[in-house]
C-alpha cells in the first residue's frame, strides 16, 4: 500500500511543464505533470497495447487527441483512451494533470 499526497507535488517549471513519477510498477505508471498557462503537452502516441487516462487536478485547458479534435478540458475531467491514440494536452491557465499509463512504458 502506498499513499501518495498530490499537495506535495504542485511545482511548477516557468519553462513549461514539470514532470513527477508518483509510482511505477510492472502493472501501471502514474505520472504528475503541472504545466504553466500556455504550456503544451505535445500530442503524441505509442505503438504499444494499452490504455491511459489523462486527469485534471487543477486548472483548465484542453485534451488533444489529433490537429482536428480538441475536447475542453477543467478540473475533474478526465480522458480515457487507448495508448495508441494520439493524445495531448493544452494548458489555457496554470493545468495540473495525472497521467495512469497500464501497463506502463
Given at each position: 500500500m502506498?499513499?501518495?499526497?498530490?499537495?506535495?507535488?504542485?511545482?511548477?517549471?516557468?519553462?513549461?511543464?514539470?514532470?513527477?513519477?508518483?509510482?511505477?510498477?510492472?502493472?501501471?505508471?502514474?505520472?504528475?505533470?503541472?504545466?504553466?498557462?500556455?504550456?503544451?503537452?505535445?500530442?503524441?502516441?505509442?505503438?504499444?497495447?494499452?490504455?491511459?487516462?489523462?486527469?485534471?487536478?487543477?486548472?483548465?485547458?484542453?485534451?488533444?487527441?489529433?490537429?482536428?479534435?480538441?475536447?475542453?478540458a477543467?478540473?475533474?475531467?478526465?480522458?480515457?483512451?487507448?495508448?495508441?491514440?494520439?493524445?495531448?494536452?493544452?494548458?489555457?491557465?496554470?493545468?495540473r494533470?495525472?497521467?495512469?499509463?497500464?501497463?506502463?512504458?
Amino acid at each position: 500500500m502506498k499513499k501518495i499526497e498530490l499537495d506535495e507535488t504542485r511545482e511548477f517549471n516557468p519553462l513549461g511543464m514539470k514532470s513527477i513519477v508518483l509510482h511505477d510498477s510492472e502493472h501501471f505508471k502514474i505520472l504528475n505533470f503541472n504545466l504553466v498557462k500556455g504550456a503544451l503537452f505535445p500530442i503524441h502516441s505509442h505503438k504499444l497495447d494499452g490504455q491511459l487516462s489523462i486527469l485534471v487536478i487543477e486548472g483548465e485547458g484542453e485534451f488533444l487527441a489529433d490537429d482536428d479534435v480538441v475536447l475542453p478540458a477543467k478540473t475533474g475531467s478526465m480522458l480515457v483512451s487507448d495508448i495508441s491514440e494520439p493524445h495531448g494536452v493544452r494548458a489555457i491557465s496554470d493545468m495540473r494533470i495525472v497521467v495512469t499509463i497500464a501497463p506502463p512504458i
